[in-house]
């Protein structure tokens, strides 16, 4: 079973509650910002010349961009959390796993070049989904999708902080299974309004907490 219990558990023994503020101040920032600046640029590009139409416009895109944006919150996710995501690990590894803490001083999103790009693919791939909600299907698309994105992102960094990327690859291919189970559960939350936006701090608690209790891995 997935620590679940644990991973909330985590937020006050390990001291994160800082964190999942800053998360959750992050995450409604950028969603924000998003859906305000999407709105305003179709309200200058589309004019009806009728005042009605144009608010009724108005208003339905920013319903659609809403929408839209709250299925994209999985990749933002990950944009969100690479900032802090060693200070997490090192704060829950020091409450749960004193003798697996690394020597080395957390840093600042250690990995901002691979975090940007992935958002962005990610971002791309659930853009390309959208039109499969016309048909019925969008929504199981994005629950697949995600999950398979989330779970792989999420276990390949933790597992990378301390394996290096090419072991925690190998090790994403030997424990896909649970990788892939963690990734519906929190593609799941993400959809859960509130949790979603803790989620940048508990999707990495969680998958740090599946890594560490994987058989036959080897530390660094």
């Known amino acids: 079973m997935l620590p679940i219990a ?6 006050k023994k390990a001291d994160l509650l800082g964190l999942v503020g800053l998360a959750g101040g992050l995450a409604v920032l950028v969603v924000g910002v998003s859906i305000t600046g999407l ?10 010349q009728t005042g009605w139409l144009d608010t009724l416009v108005n208003w339905l895109v920013g319903l659609l961009t ?17 900032i802090c995501q060693e200070r997490i690990i090192h704060k829950v590894e020091l409450a749960y796993y004193p003798d697996r803490v690394r020597k080395e001083a957390p840093q600042f999103w250690a990995d901002f070049r691979h975090d940007l790009a992935f958002a962005a693919s990610a971002l791309f791939l ?3 989904i959208l039109p499969l909600y016309l048909f019925g299907i969008g929504f199981l698309a994005s629950i697949i999708l995600n999950s398979y994105l989330l779970g792989r992102e999420f276990f390949e960094s933790v597992a990378g902080y301390h394996l290096g ?3 925690a690859k190998e090790l994403m291919r030997q424990h896909k299974r649970v990788a ?12 859960v309004p509130f949790l979603n936006l803790l989620m940048p701090i508990l999707a990495t608690v969680l998958m ?3 890594f560490h209790s994987l058989p036959g891995k080897q530390e660094a």
Do not use: C, E, Q
Not at 39 to 48: H, M, S
């Open 6 to 11: 644990k991973t909330f558990a985590s937020v």
């Open 66 to 82: 809403g929408v839209a944006g709250w299925f994209m919150l999985p990749p933002l996710v990950i944009l969100v959390a690479g």
């Open 165 to 167: 990327k090419p072991r």
């Open 180 to 191: 892939y189970a963690g990734g519906l559960a929190i593609t799941l939350m993400t959809l």
């Open 39 to 48: 709105t305003w640029l179709i309200a200058k590009l589309v004019d009806l």
């Open 126 to 128: 659930n853009l390309l």
């Open 208 to 210: 740090l907490h599946v």
